[in-house]
Each structure stands twice: as C-alpha cells, then as structure tokens.
C-alpha cells in the first residue's frame, strides 16, 4: 500500500507525479492582491495626550528604591523548574513578577509570551504539553483574569495535562488600591477552579512560595497529570528582601506510577488466553517509545486495536488497527482492555439520542473488562468529566505508558503464536484493506464541488506536507475524521489528539502552544491546524502571538461559515417535534456578515490567503503557504468548506 497520494480527481491514491515536490515557490510568496482598504481619519493626539502616552514615569524618590524584591526570588523559584515559558496577558496583580522575569531573569528560562486573552495563555500550556512533555506556566491577573483563562484550565483538567497556572492577586486589603483593584482581587482566588486542578496553593512568605511552587510543578507532572495553581501575592512579590537568602527545595528525579506487576501479569495472561483480544487507546501514548511499545503488545497477542484519538496511540494504517470497525471486533471480543481509556462504558456500549435515551452493550455476555489507568485516582465530586462507571473484571490503578514494558514482557513470557492467532491478523488486515478501499472512495465524491469538500482539503494538505515532519495540532473529530482516516500517522508527535472538555476554542489556543513545541524540538516540523471558523473566533488574537513571536504555524480555517454541530442538534430537535429545519440556522450560522479571515490575520501581521472556494486554487495556495512556514513564520488560508 503506497503512502504517497496525488490529488488528482482520478489518479488520487496514485503515486505523486513527477516534480510535484518543486510546486512550492522557492522564495517567500508575497500576499496576493488586495481590495484597497480605506483607513479611517483618527483625530491626531493632543500634546497632552503625547506627552502622557510617551514620558518615562518620574523616578523614584531614593527612599523608595527597593533593591531586591521578593519578585526577583519568586523568578528564582520559577528559574529552577524546567519551565521554557510564561505566557500572559498583562495585570497590574502581578506587575512585579513581570518586570523580574524581563530584568532581573533576562526574560530567558522562562521567556514571558505575550498573549491578548487568558484563555489563550492557558490554552497555549495545553497544546505545549503535549508535545514538549513537560509544563510551561501561564500567569493571569486576578478574578477577571481567572475567569477569562477558566475554560482553558478546564480543558486541560479534563484532558489530564500539566499546566502550572500562576494566578496575581492583593490579599492584604489595606495594600488594595481604590477601585478596580478591590472588583480584581478575592479572598480564595483559586475557588472558582478549585474543582478542575489538581492541586492550589495561596503562599503567604517566600519559603512557602518556593515550596508550593516546587510542589505544584511536581503534582502536575505525576500521573495522572493535570494544572496546578499558584496565588501570586502582589504586595508580598513587591516587597524588599535585600540579601536574605532563602532555600529553594530541590526537584529531584521522580519516576511514574505503575500497575502492580502481579496484576499485570493476570492481565497478560488473560489477553493471551482470548480467542479474540481488543486494546482500547486513549490518552496512552505520550512518546515514540510508548508508541513502539503498544504496537509490539498488539502483535504479540493479535490483538485488535480501537484508537480513541485521545493521542496519537497507534499507527492509523497498520493492519491491527480496527479503529473503523470497532462495533464488530467488540461484538467477536473476549477480552477487552483499556488502556488510559477516558470513556470506557462509552466504548464498549451503543448509545442513541432520542427522546428516551438508551444504551447496550456491544460485547457478547462473559467479555472480561480490564482496565488500566491512572485517572481514577483523580476523580472530583462536581465536574462530570470522568464519564459513566464500568465495571471491571480487573481494575489495575497505574500510568498506561509507564505500565507498558512490564505488560508486555509478561505478555512475551506467556503468548505463544497460534495458527488462529495467524488467522485471526490475516482476516484484521484483510478487513484494514477494504476499509482504506471504501475510504479512498468515499473521499473522491463531491471532490470538484465548491464549497470544497473537507476530504479534499485534508488531502490537499496532506499531498503537500507527506514528504515533511508534519504534526498535526487540532482536531481530527470536526473534519469527520478525514486525516486519522487517510493520511499515515507513524509518529508519536504527529497527532495532538482531542480537548479533553470539548470547550470551542481549544483547537486554536492550543496548536499554537503545540506550534511552540514544535520549533524548539527543532528539525523543521511543520505544525498543521485545520480550524474552524467558530472556534478560531474564540481565540482570533492567537495569530498576532503567532506572528510576534515567530511560531511557525500552517492554519487553514475550515470555514463553513457555522457552528454545523450545533446546527445539526437544533435540526434533530425541530425533527423530534415535527417542525420544518428551515429556522435551524438561525442562532447557528455565522453569516451576513461573512467574516474575512485573510483580512483578519492580514491585521496581525500572519501572511494570508482567501476566501479561497474554487477546489483546483487549493493546492497552489498551500504551497505558497507552506513556503512561508518553512521559513519560520505563521500563515494562514481562509477556505470556503461544506459542512463536514
């Protein structure tokens, strides 16, 4: 099976033709033309104005030059922790942290990012992780800032990622000024988000900052992982501490949580034992090594594989995986495992939304359940995020990657191969082949329409970014599953995987941090976000952070100009009453007027493209664009979609 495509109507899934890699203009291409624009008449300044807006403050009296503050010790704290970055936007609750990140740390390990939205200096924490393994810090300006970044620590809980989340706040009410800094300060600033991190801390003096600071890190980063937060004391950060010295714990080497060896073992022995094994894959798979792991425990037991997408937990095309067919292979199954499974009741059970909801097992009466995961020693009382309980025959408590060595060697130490073990791959990859068949084809119809399917715009991307180390940062659910279905996923970082809480607006905060990660890991990834129009309207200010800080990104916004999910519930309920889906529209559409994305990211300094609805414009714009990722820069292609 070949992995290279074409994207010509016929010869699709043929072999490339030949020069196609030369389509890519070897210089930079220039924005296309224009419309002018008339610029509005601004009123000049007054001198007044000027003279406020450009002088310098007036210098501190010499009795009040603080010296050393403990704004510069807490840069101290940050500085040993292996945090690359902080991102924020602006507050006056944590100006003396900020100025001694910029001066007295050199704003260099962490280097502050500047960010227009909180949730965009969170979200950049989650997309980060994921591919940096390991946490940046987002800094956020008190109660109005908490509740802006909110939904992003809310995702990242939810998709069990580390994130520390450094929160700016007055305690002491008689350093409050009048005003805005009482509305902007709290008594428990982290209460709002106390039920979706791991763990929180509001220090009171420096040895108590270091040592939640160090603690906090350390929660986030043992499975199962999750953000943590730090109340930053303004008017403790601002005080003077001279040359005290104070000690900064250490942050020594922790290893991860695993299953207990003789229940893995029992687990081994039951796979091996099953006339019909499935691996359930969730949230897994965090590095190359993991990954090779997971694919040699399916080949020693002949297990077919589900990947829930949580992260890139297996290779979309190797025969084992019955990802598309995971209704038949649980129906035949006689052991099923999860492994970092987030939903596993989801999984094995059918479910249908009609007026009286109802649900049955896909798995034939006595399927052994086992399962494996660290997750349940993270559940909270309020938020539903941890799914419907399902009984397991084994339930091992542990860190699935973490855990997989020890499975697999004792799955090594007692499977054999059999000839229905070989029976059984061989009919597993016949039924892969005839499933990418059926994908093939059903990837070319409407494939000359306009608006342009999405199956033709994810294999346009893809013919043009095959042959580089591509990753792809957002989403593959709302493309209908288009990449995970088609393109040849083999490394770990090459997919970031789902948002954990659903939120609208992850995918773009987030492959921006993932975008991050990528050009520090060096080597020349091209970081691919396939976005939608709603969800980059939540974060649009992420691309003039792309665009300040240099994080080459290939953003194409899948614009079919709704919320179409949405669209499609309200469609559901006017059928359920018996009412015409006409009025679906409204409340769901974003038209009238039409938002220019080209124009948008134009703004921000982000080379651009579109509307682009004509399919045979496509692939010319994503090599003019990927031109300019490759020379270190975002870009962005505004295409006009159908609706999934």
Known sequence: MTDTFDVKRRGFFGAVAAGAAGAAASTIPGSPAKAQTVKPTVAAPTVQQAAAETQAPLAPKESELVGRTASDFMVDVLKSLPIDYVATMPGSTFRGLHESLVNYG????????????????????????????KPMASLIHGVVGMQHGSM??????????????????????EERRPGAEWAHSAQDNAAMIRDFVKWDDMPVSLPHFAESTVRAYQQSVTPPFAPTAIVVNGDLAESSIGDVKIDIPALGHRYMPVGDPAALMEAAKMLAGAQAPVLVLDRCVR????????????????????D???????????????SGRAKTVLAEADVVMGIETADLYGVIHSYQDRIHRVGRPLTKPGTKIISLTASELLIHANFQDFQRMQAADLSIIGDGESSLPLLLAAVRSVATTSSAMTDRVKKYADAAREDMDRQRQAATYAWDA?????????????????????????PSTFLSGWPTRLWNFTKAHQYSGESGGYGVGYASVASLGAALAHRDAGGGRIPVAVLGDGDLMCAPSILWTAAHHSIPILIVVHNNRAYHQELMHVQRMAARHGRGLENARVGTTITNPNIAFAKLADSMGVWSEGPIDDPNNLGPALARALAVVKSGKPALLDVISQPR
């Open 106 to 133: 050199g704003n260099k390990a962490p280097e502050l990012l500047t960010c227009l939205h909180e949730e965009v200096a969170v979200g950049m924490c989650h997309g980060y992780a994921k591919i940096a393994h």
């Open 152 to 173: 992003a620590i809310y995702n990242c809980w939810a998709d069990r990622v580390p994130a520390l989340v450094m929160i700016g706040n007055t305690q002491a009410l």
């Open 287 to 306: 590095t190359q090594e993991g990954l090779a792991n997971v694919v040699a425990l399916a080949e020693a037991l002949g297990a077919a594989v589900i």
């Open 308 to 322: 829930k997408g949580g992260r890139m937990n297996f290779p979309n095309r190797h025969p084992l995986n019955q």
């Open 450 to 474: 306009s608006p342009i399917s999405v199956a033709r715009i994810c294999m346009e991307i893809y013919d043009k970014v095959q042959h580089e180390d591509w990753s792809l940062t957002a």
